[in-house]
């Protein structure tokens, strides 16, 4: 066989080889697709993450998201423009401010904490809350393995899930620590009678039918009292009479579960002047937040937020007058 026969050959060789992965290629996408079409889905991933801290494990559940409606008319002491343009260059709904609620679950290795209990099954604010009891058998936890409830305050948001609808304790054996201060005010009687502001009768029934059925279980705690091992309380008032942020320490490592401190990651930490609408003390509460996310920064303290984007969980650093929220990568193996 000549030379030029044997490339001729494997010139055609190639060639047809080239044709019939073609030919294949165009009839694989020519064909009929080999499955049916897959339906949307309708949920999501479960709505909890952990995360360690020192000696401790934290496990953040979730109650669901809290739609406040048009931002301008939550966050106050600014021009509406103002409040959308930082919304809008933040990729932020302008007409709803969605606030979520990071309920912090702490295992100190003996005791089981919860830092606040969600709306419970009310929809004041929409079907998206109430989720936490979900929220908590999907990640394992038993409500009647865990031995405190620490309320931040007594808003609705807050302690609302300590009680179900048929006037039973969702938390059969914990006890209740919350500052005085919030319960004497938000279980007041009197102030059901309020007409000013709106909530004010809503808010003050929802605490009473979930703190006076556990009064004899509450433990009220101090200003820089260390309450339970590792965990200390720091007044923050303004949002409530009787706020409180919860300083936890475990191993030489401390972090902050800031409650209300600041409701929103852009617009009350970059400028932490500004007012919201359901504080007690606008004026008190913007001091407070200034004190305590100085603190944090100068620090470098991380902190658990009840409202931030979920899991809410980083630090704050100085930005100009005011600061700015860095959430922490979220590490999926433990």
């Not at 005791?111 to 209990?117: A, C, G």
């Amino acid at each position: 066989m000549s030379k030029d026969t044997v490339s001729l050959t494997r010139r055609n060789l190639l060639t047809g080889a080239s044709l019939t992965a073609v030919a294949a290629y165009s009839g694989a996408l020519s064909a009929p697709a080999a499955h049916a079409k897959a339906p949307f889905a309708t949920t999501q991933a479960s709505y909890f993450y952990r995360f360690p801290h020192g000696k401790m494990q934290m496990t953040m559940v979730s109650d669901g998201p809290l739609p406040l409606g048009d931002p301008s008319g939550a966050f106050l002491g600014a021009s509406k423009e103002e409040v959308l343009k930082m919304l809008t260059d933040n990729f932020l709904s302008p007409t709803n401010a969605v606030l979520e609620q990071n309920i912090l679950v702490i295992n100190t290795g003996d005791k089981l904490y919860i830092v606040d209990t969600g709306m419970g099954t009310s929809t004041m604010f929409g079907p998206t809350t109430g989720k936490m009891l979900s929220t908590l058998k999907a990640a394992g936890i038993d409500p009647a393995d865990v031995d405190g409830i620490l309320a931040t305050h007594a808003h609705c948001d807050h302690v609302w899930g300590i009680m179900n609808d048929n006037g039973k304790p969702n938390f059969p054996n914990a006890q209740i620590y919350i500052s005085q201060a919030d319960f004497d005010f938000w279980t007041d009687e009197a102030k059901l009678s309020m007409k000013d502001p709106a909530y004010m009768k809503p808010f003050v029934e929802g605490a009473r039918k979930n703190l006076l059925p556990v009064r004899d279980r509450i433990v009220f705690f101090k200003d820089g009292e260390e309450f339970l091992p590792g965990i200390q309380a720091i007044s923050a008032p303004g949002h409530t009479i009787g706020h409180t942020v919860f300083m936890i320490t475990s191993d030489g490592k401390t972090m902050a579960a800031i409650g209300d401190l600041t409701h929103h990651h852009i617009l009350l930490v970059e400028k932490p002047r500004f007012e919201f609408a359901y504080d007690t003390d606008p004026k008190q509460s913007a001091g407070s937040r200034v004190r305590i996310l100085d603190m944090l920064a100068a620090n470098k303290i991380p902190l658990a937020a009840y409202h931030f984007p979920w899991p809410g969980y980083g630090h704050v650093v100085k930005n100009g007058d005011g600061f700015r929220y860095i959430a922490a990568p979220m590490n999926m193996s433990l």
